[in-house]
T-cell receptor, first 110, second 108 residues
Framework: DAGVTQSPTHLIKTRGQHVTLRCSPISGHKSVSWYQQVLGQGPQFIFQYYEKEERGRGNFPDRFSARQFPNYSSELNVNALLLGDSALYLC?????????FGSGTQLSVL | RKEVEQDPGPFNVPEGATVAFNCTYSNSASQSFFWYRQDCRKEPKLLMSVYSSGNEDGRFTAQLNRASQYISLLIRDSKLSDSATYLCVVYNFNKFYFGSGTKLNVKP
């Protein structure tokens, strides 16, 4: 069975641009959550979606938004990119309270 | 104050050693607790859940002390392959809070 898949694996953007990151959960998992991980830190919670509804939101500005589709895949959108948005963006699907992570999208903002 | 705090380490131990990591959390209403392992440049992977009664999985033992809001992970007979960053994770109100991780280096 396929695990959580994320695309793209790497991305380079410039300040002010917009980015869309994509995630496909493990088959049968209805919940998807997004995390930002800066080097040397633990993942920081951004959003959780369940059955297309937002269930939780972390302490991130409104430039960050997300959605979940009927097939449970998800997109994370970030507008007006800042240098500080450079990080590894991880998606996780969950069954109950256990998270299964994708390998992430490494975003570099120049 | 951070939701979850961990000693960043690194902990440098020889093979066969026993090593313990600790973690504290700030929200007494937290519902569930976990340890995740993250290898360099890889995604985190669930190591084990943590229960109030304590639980063991092979060489790994996890303990939870709700009164002190404290979680621990004990690794016995360390292997080279245990070298990684160990993340303490707390779940409450539909949010997962990760500590910054404790780095373990097991040396021959």
């Amino acid at each position: 069975d396929a695990g959580v898949t994320q695309s793209p694996t790497h991305l380079i953007k410039t300040r002010g641009q917009h980015v869309t990151l994509r995630c496909s959960p493990i088959s049968g998992h209805k919940s998807v959550s997004w995390y930002q991980q800066v080097l040397g830190q633990g993942p920081q919670f951004i959003f959780q979606y369940y059955e297309k509804e937002e269930r939780g939101r972390g302490n991130f500005p409104d430039r960050f938004s997300a959605r979940q589709f009927p097939n449970y895949s998800s997109e994370l959108n970030v507008n007006a990119l800042l240098l500080g948005d450079s990080a590894l963006y991880l998606c996780a699907s969950s069954l109950g309270e256990k998270l299964f992570f994708g390998s992430g999208t490494q975003l570099s903002v120049l | 104050r951070k939701e979850v705090e961990q000693d960043p380490g690194p902990f440098n131990v020889p093979e066969g050693a026993t090593v313990a990591f600790n973690c504290t959390y700030s929200n007494s209403a937290s519902q569930s607790f976990f340890w995740y392992r993250q290898d360099c440049r890889k995604e985190p992977k669930l190591l084990m859940s943590v229960y109030s009664s304590g639980n063991e999985d092979g060489r790994f033992t996890a303990q939870l002390n709700r009164a002190s809001q404290y979680i621990s992970l004990l690794i016995r007979d360390s292997k080279l392959s245990d070298s990684a960053t160990y993340l303490c994770v707390v779940y409450n109100f539909n949010k997962f809070y990760f500590g910054s991780g404790t780095k373990l280096n097991v040396k021959p």
